[in-house]
């Protein structure tokens, strides 16, 4: 029991150390794709050191929420990766007190907060973001439950390292129609969540077109970097359930020795990398959507994970 909170903690570790280097590497690749210079991947260990080292200034407007609303956002991640596999394939102590669904749940009410919080000021851009955010999470939440609905028909659970075990135990249904259509739409909906292109511009500063950024404009010093770095953190969370349980089950640890969880450290993040390169073409290759466009978008993210539940349904294997 000792040695499976041990595995779990060295889980937060790797996720609170890793999800700023998983935002350079991301930012740095697309600025050489685009023959720029680009700051160094470990600027954003740069910005959360200056921003943790300045004063934190809150308005006299504010309420609890808005001194709230950063550890939240900070902690949900955290939360999700004890009960999902990202060193080890097997499961590690608080693996069964929540699925997936109830992970996407605990990453939905960091992002509820923080759109609260962004109203909470008055400022008038805040609420103008918000309220862009909520109605990326109404299309997108949907999508999230539906996803997880086809895992749980297709592996008879919802469980994280169950689900992982049975792809593992059948490569042929990694070609299975279900499962392509599953993968599709969890990508869109990583794209949607993680403030990407099409659905967003992470790089933009325009405050009248920003989505995903706004909900941060009027945190500054600690909450701004626990802001930031839970973003990160979430985002890496998402990256891990797709490469993990969904995509690529492979590379994690077997065996219960700390040698054999060490070791799955760099194969992991050699998948991630693979699968930022992923990203960064995706980014590089579209434009960012109208926002009435992005109802189009994430409508279809919907359409094609029903598809993916209705052939597991009725084809099955």
Not at 42 to 69: C, G, M, N
Not at 89 to 103: E, H, I, K, S, T
Not at 256 to 269: D, F, K, Q, S
Request: charged fraction near 15%; include cysteine; charge should be positive.
């Amino acid at each position: 029991m000792r040695l499976s909170i041990a595995y779990n903690l060295l889980q937060i570790l790797f996720v609170l150390a890793f999800a700023p280097l998983y935002a350079g590497v991301l930012s740095r690749m697309k600025e050489i794709v685009q023959s720029k210079r680009g700051p160094s991947i470990f600027q954003p260990y740069r910005d959360l050191w200056k921003l943790f080292h300045k004063d934190e200034v809150v308005s006299s407007e504010a309420t609890w929420i808005f001194r709230v609303t950063p550890y939240l956002v900070f902690v949900t991640p955290l939360f999700v990766t004890t009960l999902i596999p990202v060193l080890t394939n097997y499961p590690l102590a608080f693996a069964f007190m929540g699925d997936m669904l109830a992970g996407g749940f605990f990453l939905g009410l960091g992002g509820f907060f923080a759109a609260l919080a962004a109203v909470d000021t008055g400022n008038p851009y805040g609420p103008m973001g918000a309220s862009r955010t909520r109605m990326v999470g109404f299309l997108a939440e949907p999508v999230f439950m539906i996803v997880f609905f086809t895992v749980s028909f297709v592996a008879q659970s919802t469980i994280p390292y169950i689900v992982q075990q049975k792809w593992v135990e059948n490569p042929a249904s990694f070609f299975s129609p279900d499962h392509v259509l599953l993968l599709v739409a969890f990508l869109m909906l990583i794209l949607a969540e993680g403030g990407k292109i099409p659905v967003d511009n992470p790089t933009g500063h325009f405050e009248l077109a920003m989505i995903d950024e706004s909900k941060g404009l009027e945190f500054s010093g600690r909450g701004a970097a626990l802001m930031k770095w839970g973003g990160q953190m979430k985002f890496l969370v998402l990256a891990c359930i797709f490469l993990n349980v969904l995509l690529a089950p492979w590379g994690l640890a077997h065996g219960r020795e700390i040698g054999a969880v060490l070791t799955a450290v760099p194969w992991i993040l050699l998948k991630i990398l693979l699968f930022a390169i992923v990203l960064v073409v995706i980014e590089t290759s579209l434009s960012k959507l109208r926002l009435f466009r992005i109802s189009e978008f994430l409508g279809a993210a919907f359409i094609v994970s029903v598809s993916a539940m209705i052939v597991s349904i009725f084809v099955g294997r």
